[in-house]
Each structure stands twice: as C-alpha cells, then as structure tokens.
C-alpha cells in the first residue's frame, strides 16, 4: 500500500497556519468587533479605523514578505506569522484605550500577511504539480475551520468571562498552532528528498513568462485585486456589525460566524475543484455569482427572520475564495513559473490597498445613512468591474499565444 505523499502533511500545516492567521486572527475578530465597540462605546467609524490599521500593516508586510520568505524560509516566516497573531490576541487582552487596540491590530496585521496567501502560494506551488489548485483551496480553507470552531466558543467565553479572557485564551491556542505549524511545513520537497507530487514539470508544460503576455495582463489582475479589497476585507469584517445594528443577538451572530465558516471551508475547497477541472472561466463565475448573491441579500432591511441573513452570509462566503484562491490561480496562468512569486505579492498588494482605502467606508456610511446596504451595493459595483477586467486579461492572453 502507497503511503500518502508528504506533500499532504504539508498542505495540513499551511491549512494550521491560515487557520490560525486569516481564520483566528481576522474572521474570529468579526465575534469580538461588536463586543469591543459596546464595551468601549466606540463610533462604527473607529471600529472601521483598527480594521484599516490592521490592513495598513498587511501592507507593510507584503513590501517585505518575498524577501523574508527568501532569507528565513517559508518554514520559519509562516511559524513567525502564527506567532505575531498570538501576540496580538494578548495585546487586545490588555487594551483599554483606542490606540491600543489599534497597536494589536498592527500585529495582526503583520502576522496576516506572514503567515498568509503569499507564502502559502508559494509553498503549495513548490509542493503540488498535479491537483494544485485542491490542495491551495484545501490548504486556504483552513480560515473557515476557525470560524466553524471559534466563533461559538469565543462567544460563550466572552458572555461568562469576558473579553480578556477570551483574547489570551485563543493566545495561548495559537501558541501550540505555531509548534505545529512548525513540526509540519518544510519550505521545499528538497529539504527532504522528494520530488513535488506529481513530479518535476515538464519543460514544455511551464507557463509562459509575464513577458510574452505582457504588462497589461499583470496590472489588469493587479487592479482587480485592488477593487476585490472592498468585499473581501471591509465587506466581510462588517457583516455581524451590519447585523448587530438590526438587532440580531450576539449568539446568533457568533452562530452566523460559525455558518459562514463552513461555507468558506465548502467554498475554498469547491473553488479549487472548478479550477481545476473547468478552468479560469468556470471559477470566476461561480465566485462572482455567489458573492453577489450574498451581498445583494445583505441589502435587505430584515430584522427579525433569521433566514435572510444566514442565506445572506452564507453565499457571500462560499464565493469569498475569490479573495484568497483566485488571486493565486490568476497569478500562476497570467505569469510564467519564475514571475509567481512576485505576482502573488504584487496581487495580494493591490488588494490589500484595496482593503484600507475602502476599510472605513463601511463605517463612514453607515454612520451618515444609519445603514450599511449603501456600502454593500458599492461592493457589488465594484466586484462586477473586478471581475471584468480579469476576463479581458485572459482574452488578450489568449490572443497573444495564438
């Protein structure tokens, strides 16, 4: 009997550490944002202000996260991101003022873009031949499994002992993650002398080189990248604030939390799957169609069926890959094999511009309007923009190597 290829064992630990980045350190944050501004009667505009801090510093960190992961290694730089999130949940446990929380968001930050979809692009390109796309679908969805798991456990401990509590208790969680992360991740199939799974690729089968498809294709998924930050940072951050406004209790936002979760995981790992057997086209679009559908959904002034929300967060999440599995696969079909790296970081950067120059218009709005649907009909504009310049992108792709 064939034993599984370790390429497996490592997807597990780059699933571990975005469980614990993306999913402990940004989704399971959506439980504690409404908790943090009723405690510390804070505006929905500086609630919406350490979310932008927190993508201020992806920022900063994706100018240097190739270069870390060229002189520490993928192993130790996703570990070091694991680590920078748990010094974040005990920055939040000891934070009283305003700027406090923004100087744990600041850590979060850091840790979101180390132990992110950068690194973890490149270690799943170096790993996987075949089945690539599953495995970073299967790896990313490692963010939902906190959410699924989290969420409600980080309600409860929140109604009984508080918000310290709840922080450095998921501190000490991530903690053991990062040994984990540590003991599972090798930064190349070398290091232990195995070829990728799926072996070596064949000259003939290598992408073609940025070059020959040329610049506009690179800034068009770059731009797209920038328009996705909105949904994918702000528009996801601000569902249970949106829900809290219209009344919904916190345990049924926790449990919205948890659904969303499960649908993130389902999504990712379905992603994976229509991009690899139905290609670009087939991917995007199930992507677009069910964001939008959630989004749309988000529009609607409901206070009191529970339906519309959960059918709300639910399609909005199983299409959120589109900020997280789409940008890599972009990458890798628009670049040549020795320009993904810098295309997976030029990509993440651009969306990340995204996520802070739109970070506080959820807030804003809502404080003006008294509603947040303005701002998720914006969202919905600016996916559908997004999504159109990708496409054109692969059709002057297609054009070029014929």
Known sequence: MNRP??????????????????????????????????????????????????????????????????????????????????LSCFCFGAARAFWQYCAAAAFTGLGDCYGGMVPLSVLIGRWFRLRRNLALGLSSAGSGVASIVASPLVARVITGR???????????????????????VRGDPAEVGLEPLGGAAPETDAPRSSSSSGPPAYLAAMAAGFLIGGIGGPGYSH?????????YAPLFLAGLVSASGVCICLGKVLCGQIYDRWGSL?????CYLTVTAGTLLCCLPVRES???????????????????????????????????????????????VGVILFGPVPGLLA?????????YLLFAALLTLAVALVRLAYARKKRLTV
């Open 5 to 86: 290829h370790r390429a497996w064992l490592v997807c597990l630990g780059g699933a571990l550490t975005l469980l614990s980045t993306i999913g402990l350190g940004v989704n399971v944050f959506a439980v504690y944002q409404p908790e943090i501004l009723a405690l510390r009667h804070f505006t929905n505009a500086q609630g919406s202000l350490i979310t932008t801090v927190r993508s201020l510093f992806i920022l900063v960190a994706l100018l240097t996260v190739n270069r870390a992961c060229a002189r520490l290694g993928l192993r130790r730089t996703m570990t070091l991101g694991v680590l920078l999130i748990a």
């Open 282 to 286: 087939a991917g995007d679009g199930y």
């Open 306 to 352: 529970p339906l519309v929300p959960v059918l709300a967060v639910g399609l909005f999440s199983l299409g959120l890959p589109i900020s997280t599995v789409s940008p890599s696969v972009w990458a890798a079909e628009l670049t040549g094999p020795e320009d993904f790296p810098r295309a997976v970081q030029a990509i993440n950067l651009a969306y990340t």
């Open 162 to 184: 508080g918000l310290r509590a709840a922080f450095w208790l998921e501190g000490a969680a991530l903690l053991i993650l990062a040994l984990a992360v540590w003991l599972l």
């Open 367 to 375: 404080d003006r309007t008294g509603s947040y649907a303005p701002a």
């Open 239 to 247: 569902l249970t604030v949106h829900y809290a406004t219209l009344g």
